[in-house]
């Protein structure tokens, strides 16, 4: 006789079959980090693929162990060789450690698993969607009539998705005009629609320089055009001067602007610090990434656009998901809010971080981010032997050791992964390279900055 399928995590018997299950995944999660100690494993490389084949064995055993046994070993292994962005010394990337109430709501998503492509797969995931894109697309564009936002994958996707946009309204002769510091999706975008490489205009001081981006218009060749600016830079979390960009794309004809505020665009929730994105709602299009300051599971992007009109060259029609007689009866059309088809509910959790922290709890977030970024610059200013780039704009310090060579930065922050002790990044700026700290974690204190530092003095005395 065939054994009964296993339990389903939906429907009313769901809870009480996953119940037990998380259980296990939570003491799994707890004695992996426990096991692992510091924010990421020791060994480098070849220890942790070591420790991660043993656990995983054989992939497709002939006959299963349980699932008890499965998530107990696997989620502990995950758990003790992972870059833990919770701890305070993991301090390298836009990989922010989430929320444990977007976690807990993403779970919720993962059991009862509404299809984003058509409506009768996700009817209530659909209108809470609306609901929220219409809310925070308000946000970036608090005047525009009709603002709209798409969820998308994270900052890659909305970036070429602005790149289609804008060719669907001018055709494939689009010319990218970007800076130097613009993130390198811009680049494959470009590649990906046909349309021609992107002119990069130089940013020696980490920004578009407003004269240099005019020259480089006049230099073009006439045609439509689409002017590329930066809030928050990848390698520093720098700014462009938006209202002079956004001025002079004003001034010339088929010129759009679009903003990749993939880091700084949940800013715009802080009253004390939004200013700095001044002028971002005179853009076309804006790129916000929500699993970066917003401290949300990956992936929560999202695609803002000024007119809602916009988005129509994106309609689709499968007449297995949006037939015609359907939409005029009145069901949603899901198909043209993503190029993807199937895709997860990922608004859940953003949705429920809105309403259990609301506007004043995730700017206190932002703000409390953003003074941590200033204490390590002040202890990088006041500790001998390490030069301070710049103050930070955001979140982001690039610091070295005074009058190290490159190789010798660069052996820094391998020795610090090596020993599982922390995790900077690395950037080039000034012809040199940088230790990169960039401060997502709002939990974060004083004394683990100190500790930070303490951990590059003692690997750059090795």
């Not at 009964?4 to 996953?18: F, K, N, Q, V």
């Not at 707890?30 to 064995?57: C, F, I, M, N, Y």
């Not at 998530?71 to 870059?83: D, F, K, P, S």
């Not at 990088?380 to 930065?409: M, S």
Request: hydrophobic share 45%; charged share 20%.
């Amino acid at each position: 006789m065939r054994a009964a399928p296993p339990p389903l995590a939906g429907s009313t018997p769901g809870p009480d079959a996953l119940r037990p299950l998380l259980d296990t995944v939570l003491d799994a999660l707890r004695q992996g980090a426990k096991a692992r100690g510091g924010p990421l494993p020791a060994g480098g490389p070849e220890a942790v693929h070591r420790h991660v084949t043993a656990a995983l064995g054989a992939v497709l055993p002939e006959h299963g162990t349980d699932p008890h046994e499965a998530l107990r070993t696997l989620v502990h292994a995950l758990a003790e060789g992972a870059a833990d962005p919770a701890d305070p010394l993991c301090a390298a990337h836009l990989h922010t450690p989430p929320l444990a109430l977007a976690a807990a709501a993403d779970l919720a998503a993962s059991a009862l698993n509404p299809s984003m492509d058509s409506w009768d797969q996700a009817p209530a995931a659909s209108a809470l969607e609306a609901g929220v894109t219409a809310a925070l697309a308000a946000e970036v564009y608090p005047t525009a009539p009709t603002p709209d936002a798409l969820v998308t994958t994270g900052g890659t996707e909305s970036n070429q998705l602005a790149l289609l946009l804008a060719r669907e309204r001018y055709g494939p002769r689009l010319q990218t005009v970007l800076g130097a510091n613009a993130h390198h999706s811009f680049h494959r975008a470009a590649w990906l629609l046909g349309l021609p490489e992107p002119i990069t205009v130089p940013t020696p001081d980490g920004t578009l320089d407003p004269a240099a981006l005019a020259e480089t218009l006049a230099a073009a060749a006439p045609g439509p055009t689409l002017v590329v600016a930066t809030a928050g830079t990848t390698d520093a979390g720098l700014i462009d001067p938006l209202p002079a960009v956004a001025a002079l794309c004003a001034a010339r004809p088929d010129t759009d602007l679009h903003v990749d505020a993939a880091y700084g665009g949940p800013v715009l929730l802080s009253p004390t610090h939004r200013h700095l994105l001044d002028g971002v709602d005179r853009a076309r299009t804006v790129t916000v990434d929500l699993h970066k300051l917003g401290w949300q599971p990956a992936a929560a992007g999202l695609l803002a656009v000024r007119d809602t009109a916009d988005l129509a060259v994106l309609g689709h029609t499968a007449d297995y998901l949006n037939a015609d007689d359907d939409t005029e009866a009145g069901l949603p059309d899901l198909l043209g809010r993503s190029l993807r088809t199937t895709r997860r509910p990922d608004v859940l959790k953003t949705a429920v971080t809105l309403r259990a922290l609301g506007r004043t709890g995730l700017a206190a977030l932002v703000d409390t981010c953003v003074e941590r970024a200033q204490d390590l610059a002040d202890l990088v200013e006041k500790t001998p032997g390490l030069d301070l780039r710049a103050r930070p704009t955001l979140t982001t310090v690039l610091f070295r050791p005074t009058g190290a060579a490159d190789p010798t930065v660069a052996a820094i922050r391998r020795t610090l992964l090596t020993h599982g002790h922390a995790v900077l990044g690395r950037a080039e700026a000034d012809g040199r390279l940088w230790l990169k700290a960039t401060l997502l974690n709002p939990h974060t204190t004083p004394d683990d900055l100190a500790q930070l530092i303490t951990l590059v003095e003692g690997s750059t005395h090795r």
